[in-house]
């Protein structure tokens, strides 16, 4: 069942919104464009035991 999200875009700060499949694991990564500036976020995604905590990397 995917769980809504967000994250923090790492090239124009925005605030974007997701969602997290929580099929895929406890660790998760994958790339997502910006839905405001359209720069590729490379998305590490951890199970924290409450959670998902999502980092955001510029690709490249």
Known sequence: MP???GFQCAGCGEWNE???D???GRR??????CQVCCKP???AIEWDG???LIRAELEG
């Open 28 to 33: 998760q990564s994958y790339v997502e464009d």
């Open 41 to 43: 976020n490379e998305l």
């Open 22 to 24: 929580e099929s895929g």
């Open 18 to 20: 997701t969602v997290v």
């Open 3 to 5: 769980l809504e999200a």
């Open 50 to 52: 409450k959670g998902y």
